[in-house]
């Protein structure tokens, strides 16, 4: 402590206090959340904060290696990370300590991940995660399940109208490769590795951007292609939205058969997630690629109502021993944020001698019980809305 | 990887994973024993994990500064700690961001605490961290509430036949320099420095070891003492026992002032705990200190039952800008350990193709339902009690 001492109340960019009400309320939505996941058999593990690197940043974990935070065991003097995601973790318990409990295997957890640095948008380097994880099933029923779950986990915490914002990042390069526009296939036509690798990369990003005419003006450098790109792209493009219009798209449509067992398949996941929740709004996206870069199969988004934005994410993935899996994380904090204002708790405020026995059917009752710890407490400063007299719970009047 | 990568189920030590079901059990605990705090009015915070480590060690922190991880914040480039105790956390939100709410501040907490090394008795790096703080009050009605308060939380969560364990952790260094034994006032007679270091070092350690022989010893090359430790010292050592004959005996005796103040302030908050919960069980221990190296007045060990050991500590302190305070911290994982084991949530297997209806009933009613993916699903692999049959959840037979 020197006299230059930083201020107390300053803490490190993107942690912060939650006061009261808020950290209560974002408490009690995420017990919320896990009990509609253990409603549907996912059973509660809890990873520890810290592992060894090599395990926390393994499989998944890789693409979340430059947020990690690592500081050096002193007991093993090897490094550990601070987790950023809480998905590998539970992965590798999957693998190894329920690697022998019969599939398909169902986990849920809550906890606190950090990150290295916040993003302009999104500041926090602390974030309540929570999720699902449904491992050792490749059937478009366990996509569908999750999906199902974490729109019924949110109506629970009070999110009514979410949209489930289904993509299938494989589809943009399983259709290039068909087209013949893979670095291999470019370089087997003569062209040269460096201008092979720009190309596809100008091609992804073109489809990434949604511009077909600058992936089409690049295709035709390499024509003849064995797709015929200009028809299938615009359409694929132009049918991103509501799911049904979506699908009815993709199903006329003559797909190269990888493209079409991806079509098929999400079809598939779309009809069961109708058969289980008829009501939950779907849109389709199936040129959509960026920010899945370990999925395998559909991926989700979920968004909620207005402009709450982005609620959670998830989809299909290879866990640990090429493991079929399916999940979902839900961020806590936007959910919070989406969901309604629950109603404070009332506080009666309790003289100085007064009998404990009444307390505890109030508190029962739902009221917070505040004993006065001296005459000079005083029940308006200690923010009660109720006063004990004779026993009762008396409404403070807001004004008297 | 390598190679010679390591066993990727290998763990750091004294961190672990949390299996089914004692995830879902400690995270249920903690949130009882939340909900038991605000109920009493305890409103809830939650400080980050992460925080610049002068703050994070000032005051009551410093005397985790040894077992506190450390890493550096890459925005700003200085010091963090990852947090080995909420309670100054706590101490720096009660002083800045509610620092002008009107006190007494009733606060609670829940959080992961981390610490660099385990002992041989506890390994645990991580252990869940759960309490209150009262901030704001000296009266003995706050040191009261706290115990009580904690009492009642245990009691929510199964454990019944806790005791509480007083001690009085000024009381020794108090009679000490009652009778002069201070290195100051062995100085003034002519003690060098650190012969006087050592001789009070070594009075301390006879009290702590409950030698009185030891301490009368070394206290009589001292002679003449201002008060007549071999009078007061045995029989505050053998006071130590059940309250109320502890009190008696503390009332009898002819204490120097200091002495008698705490013996008395000790009363007072027994008499307190008594106004509220005559039935908790109660031990003083006068000249117990070890443990509770800044706590002001009295200190509590909450104690299980049986073998059940420590499952909580705490105290009177003074927190930031030296306001009186007082609070209690429980160990979550020694909680459950006391606890009873809740019966297992009752799974119902759902076999391909049932219709919704049924199951939302049966999730109401504390079902979890585990629906069948494929036909190759089985219900006793999936560890379900029940079958859906015909819209009912019916028992699987143990045998059939």
Chains 1, 2 share one sequence.
């Not at 990690?68 to 093993?76: A, E, K, Q």
């Amino acid at each position: 402590m020197t006299d230059d001492a930083p201020n107390p109340a300053l803490l490190p960019a993107g942690l912060i206090d939650l006061l009261p009400p808020e950290a209560e309320r974002e408490a009690a939505l995420v017990e919320t959340l896990l009990a509609a996941f253990g409603a549907h058999g996912y059973e509660r593990v809890k990873p520890p904060l810290l592992e060894f690197e090599d395990s926390l940043l393994a499989g998944s974990g890789a693409a979340v290696a430059e947020q990690t935070f690592r500081l050096m065991d002193p007991v093993s003097q090897r490094m550990m990370g601070l987790r950023a995601d809480t998905t590998p973790q539970v992965a590798r318990i999957a693998a190894t300590r329920l690697g022998l409990q019969a599939r398909p295997l169902r986990l849920c957890y809550a906890g606190q991940v950090l990150r290295v640095r916040g993003t302009q948008i999104a500041p926090e380097r602390q974030l309540p995660q929570v999720g699902v994880e449904l491992i050792g099933s490749a059937a478009p029923a366990a996509d569908a399940e999750v999906a199902v779950v974490a729109a019924e986990a949110l109506t629970r915490a009070g999110v009514a109208g979410v949209t489930l914002d289904i993509s299938l990042p494989t589809m943009a390069g399983v259709l290039l490769e068909a087209a013949g526009l893979t670095v291999e296939a470019l370089e087997a036509r003569g062209v040269r590795a460096k201008a092979a690798r720009d190309m596809v990369a100008a091609l992804r990003q073109g489809i990434d951007r949604k511009d077909p005419v600058a992936v089409l003006t690049i295709a035709e450098r390499a024509a003849p292609l064995a797709v015929d790109l200009a028809d299938l792209l615009p359409r694929l493009l132009r049918a991103a939205g509501p799911a049904d219009a979506a699908l009815a798209v993709l199903k006329d449509m003559a797909l190269p058969p990888a493209a079409r067992a991806i079509a098929d398949n999400a079809a598939a996941v779309i009809a069961a997630i109708r058969l289980r929740d008829p009501a939950l709004r779907i849109t389709l996206d199936p040129m959509e690629f960026r920010g899945f870069p370990y999925h395998t199969g559909v991926a989700f988004t979920v968004f909620g109502p207005g402009t709450t934005g982005e609620l959670g994410r998830g989809g299909r993935y290879l866990s640990l021993n090429e493991e079929p899996a399916t999940g979902m994380s839900l961020y806590a904090e936007a959910v919070q944020r989406a969901a309604p204002v629950p109603a404070p708790r009332p506080r009666v405020f309790v003289p100085v001698g007064a009998a404990e026995e009444a307390l505890t059917a109030l508190r029962a009752g739902g009221f917070a019980t505040v004993r006065a710890l001296s005459e000079a407490d005083a029940p308006r400063a200690l923010r009660c809305t109720h006063i004990l007299r004779d026993g009762q719970a008396v409404p403070i009047e807001k004004k008297d």
